[in-house]
């Protein structure tokens, strides 16, 4: 069992920074790639941006700009999403999610992650 945690959500300014958290305690030794989904209000749920947990390769969703920064932390267990100069588009909840498939890093699905946060609620005002 993995448990995951996102903190730093909340209400944001248009033009401010995001900077998530997502810490991961129980059996993280079996996590080898995670990822930030969001899913903005009245829409389905999609991937934001993902990174492998052994080498920290990154990659973002074909359907995202690529303008998030993420990083993990190993001997923190901790993963990390940063973007700065929000936009009101940005508002979602965004979740933390694990996966015991390395190769879940390459999917967009998120069937394909096996552990998730309860989410964290960010608004982007004008």
């Known amino acids: 069992q993995v448990q995951l945690e996102e903190s730093g959500g909340g209400s944001v300014q248009a033009g401010g920074s995001l900077r998530l958290s997502c810490a991961a305690s129980?059996?993280?030794?079996?996590?080898?790639?995670m990822g930030w989904f969001r899913q903005p209000p009245g829409k389905e749920r999609e991937l934001v941006t993902a990174?492998?947990?052994?080498?920290?390769?990154?990659r973002h969703a074909d359907s995202v700009k690529r303008r998030f920064t993420v990083s993990r932390d190993k001997a923190k267990n901790t993963m990390y999403l940063q973007k700065n100069t929000l936009k009101p588009e940005k508002t979602a909840v965004y979740y933390c999610?694990?996966?015991?498939?390395?190769?879940?890093?390459?999917?967009?699905?998120?069937?394909?992650?096996?552990?998730w946060g309860q989410g964290t609620q960010v608004i982007v005002s004008s």
């Open positions: 129980g059996r993280t030794f079996s996590t080898n790639a």
């Open positions: 999610a694990a996966a015991v498939y390395e190769g879940s890093y390459y999917r967009t699905a998120d069937t394909s992650y096996d552990y």
């Open positions: 990174i492998t947990w052994s080498w920290g390769i990154t």
